[in-house]
């Protein structure tokens, strides 16, 4: 049996979920007709890609026979239904993103491009437009990729070498396809070549100020509510990121941090909301 075959025989809430994941999802409707469970190894090597990986530190599990069966016995019996949920989601934006580009990809390229969304997910601040993004960088991407062959030694006319090198490099890595190294440093050049199209400001971890940051704003303002100029109870007080934390504000940035009463700090957001929208 080849591994597709050898992990499906195992039984258990992982494989029922990359089951259920490959038969349901319409990601698997562009890769034409399955061969000896092959869509289902890839259902399988995403969910344990997602389950496994440690986006902060871009640590990612190999996907050997061996390290997908630890998955399935690791998870037999229950599976987060928030990072199903997440993981649900990152399929989505394949879909929606890549559109009719997902025939002519390889399944090295699908496993590269979730780990791409999912770490933008993960750790990006202001993803609202990720999809418009995803699509336009991955048409660059993949024409440039496939400008040449893996055994070409001198860069076509369309590229500089620099650019051939970076590229090249990536194709090395695809070959390797299942080693943690690879998938780190195949998402390293992607990060990369991203980057030039569209910024990757992290997101700030914390989200929330705590009780001394709050307690310099309240003393800094002399007790006033910014918003309107009155008097603040500090235990009921909330402090607003003037840079929106999902756009990459830092909690830790007091310069841009303001108190607030509650009932401000909903018309404030309900203001912004509405100015951003006009734009």
């Known amino acids: 049996m080849n591994k597709a075959e050898k992990i499906n025989a195992y039984r258990g809430e992982f494989k029922n979920t990359f089951r259920e994941i490959r038969e349901t999802h319409k990601l698997f409707n562009y890769f034409g007709k399955e061969k000896r469970f092959r869509f289902r190894q890839l259902a399988a090597e995403l969910l344990l890609l997602e389950l ?3 986006f902060n530190n871009k640590i990612f599990p190999p996907l050997d026979l061996k390290t997908l069966i630890f998955g399935i016995k690791k998870y037999e ?14 399929l989505d934006y394949i879909v929606e993103s890549l559109n009719m580009l997902l025939g002519a990809f390889k399944m090295r390229d699908i496993i590269s491009f979730y780990l791409l969304i999912s770490y933008l997910r993960h750790k990006r601040a202001g993803n609202q437009n990720l999809k418009n993004e995803l699509a336009a960088f991955a048409k660059d991407f993949m024409q440039k990729l496939n400008l040449f062959s893996i055994y070409d030694t001198k860069p076509p006319k369309e590229m500089n070498r620099k650019e051939f090198l970076l590229y090249k490099s990536y194709k090395h890595e695809s070959k390797i396809m299942t080693t943690a190294n690879s998938f780190r440093n195949r998402l390293d050049i992607m990060l990369k070549e991203f980057e030039k199209q569209n910024p990757i400001i ?21 007790g006033m509510c910014t918003e309107c100029n009155k008097s ?29 009463h509650s009932r401000c700090h909903k018309r404030l957001e309900k203001r912004l909301k509405k100015i951003k929208l006009l734009q």
């Open 202 to 222: 992290i997101r700030d971890k914390k989200r929330l100020h705590d009780i001394e940051q709050k307690r310099m704003l309240y003393f800094r303002q002399k």
């Open 52 to 54: 496994e990986g440690d």
């Open 77 to 90: 019996k229950k599976i987060s239904k928030n990072k199903l949920r997440f993981f649900n989601g990152n």
């Open 232 to 260: 603040l109870d500090f235990t009921r007080a909330e402090a607003h990121h003037e840079i929106a934390h999902s756009a990459g504000g830092k909690t830790d940035d007091l310069s841009h941090s303001q108190l607030v």
